[in-house]
């Protein structure tokens, strides 16, 4: 295994750890129940897929592509019957969300119709036709009503729909929350909602640029989340890596090569 690894030499013998191991989280680490991401090698180096009920911070850099990985994600949580929740980014529509999972051969519309997939909406932009009852807006809130709204209709509703058997998986864009609601707002409120959200048991990727948001938010945000998946551009190549996970693991960097198939990216 490469790295510089730390060799405590005693009369018992040589005890080596390896540099690619943080500290367990006994806690998950030990849940047996995973998600799947779709992506072989990345479910492969976060021990099966992310755990249930954890909180993941996907860092993307500002020229990477993460459009196949959000793709495979979402595919994947269709087809195990879970529910989606997505928080929207500035950049993406619900048009466009629709467009790339129906790239992966999955209709979002059925889920709507089941009511397992529901949009919050920072943005007043125009909607597809019948789907306004699927998507919160919250434009036009002041960060207390947002809590509210949050607090009293959001998580309730999942908490409700969970304890009628539907899992759930949420997305994210932490960005979008810091552009339109405040750093702040962020280091005072986002701790609590990772915390309900895990409590119900919901799996969230939280998608972010560390860059972006500064080292303060950056390293509150590797503190509470559970695992930390990077991805970079350097030079002609992309990379990803996983830097924090449950079971103490971290991988090596891989390179994100484009393929023909599903899911159109591979780690290699």
Same mark, same amino acid.
């Given at each position: 295994?490469?790295?510089?690894?730390?060799?405590?030499i005693?009369?018992d013998?040589?005890?080596?750890?390896?540099?690619?191991?943080?500290?367990?989280?006994?806690?998950?680490s030990d849940?047996?129940e995973?998600?799947?991401?779709g992506? !072989?090698? $990345?479910?492969?180096?976060?021990?099966? @897929?992310?755990?249930?009920? /954890?909180? %993941?911070? *996907?860092? &993307?850099?500002?020229k990477?592509?993460?459009r196949?990985?959000?793709g495979?994600?979402?595919?994947e949580?269709v087809?195990?019957?879970?529910?989606?929740?997505?928080l929207?980014?500035?950049?993406?529509?619900?048009?466009?969300?629709?467009s790339?999972?129906?790239?992966?051969g999955?209709?979002?519309?059925?889920?709507?119709e089941q009511?397992?997939?529901?949009?919050?909406?920072?943005?007043?932009?125009?909607l597809?036709?019948?789907?306004?009852?699927?998507?919160?807006?919250?434009?036009?809130?002041t960060?207390?009503e947002?809590?509210?709204?949050?607090?009293?209709?959001?998580? !309730?509703? $999942?908490?409700?729909?969970?304890?009628? @058997?539907?899992?759930?998986? /949420?997305? %994210?864009? *932490?960005? &979008?929350?810091i552009?339109?609601?405040g750093?702040?707002y962020?280091l005072?409120?986002?701790a609590?909602?990772?915390?309900?959200l895990?409590s119900?048991?919901?799996?969230?990727?939280?998608?972010?640029?560390?860059?972006?948001?500064?080292?303060?938010?950056?390293?509150?945000?590797?503190?509470?989340?559970?695992g930390v998946?990077?991805?970079?551009v350097?030079?002609s190549?992309?990379?990803?890596?996983?830097?924090?996970?449950?079971d103490?693991q971290?991988?090596?960097?891989?390179?994100?090569e484009?393929?023909?198939?599903?899911?159109?990216?591979?780690?290699?």
């Amino acid at each position: 295994m490469e790295g510089e690894h730390i060799f405590d030499i005693s009369d018992d013998g040589i005890y080596v750890l390896p540099a690619a191991q943080t500290v367990k989280d006994q806690y998950l680490s030990d849940r047996e129940e995973k998600v799947k991401t779709g992506i !072989s090698k $990345l479910d492969h180096v976060l021990g099966g @897929g992310m755990t249930r009920g /954890a909180v %993941y911070v *996907l860092d &993307t850099g500002s020229k990477t592509n993460f459009r196949e990985v959000i793709g495979a994600i979402y595919e994947e949580r269709v087809k195990a019957g879970d529910g989606i929740l997505s928080l929207l980014s500035g950049s993406q529509t619900i048009h466009e969300l629709r467009s790339l999972v129906s790239f992966f051969g999955t209709e979002l519309d059925q889920l709507k119709e089941q009511k397992k997939l529901y949009f919050i909406e920072h943005y007043d932009r125009p909607l597809p036709t019948g789907w306004e009852d699927a998507v919160f807006r919250v434009w036009n809130m002041t960060n207390e009503e947002y809590e509210g709204f949050l607090r009293n209709q959001c998580f !309730s509703m $999942l908490k409700d729909s969970k304890s009628k @058997g539907t899992n759930w998986f /949420a997305s %994210y864009d *932490l960005n &979008t929350v810091i552009n339109e609601r405040g750093t702040d707002y962020v280091l005072t409120s986002f701790a609590k909602e990772a915390a309900v959200l895990r409590s119900i048991g919901v799996t969230v990727l939280v998608l972010c640029n560390f860059k972006e948001v500064g080292e303060q938010v950056a390293s509150f945000l590797e503190r509470i989340s559970n695992g930390v998946i990077q991805t970079w551009v350097d030079g002609s190549y992309q990379y990803l890596q996983v830097t924090k996970s449950p079971d103490g693991q971290i991988s090596q960097p891989y390179l994100l090569e484009s393929i023909e198939e599903k899911p159109y990216i591979r780690l290699v």
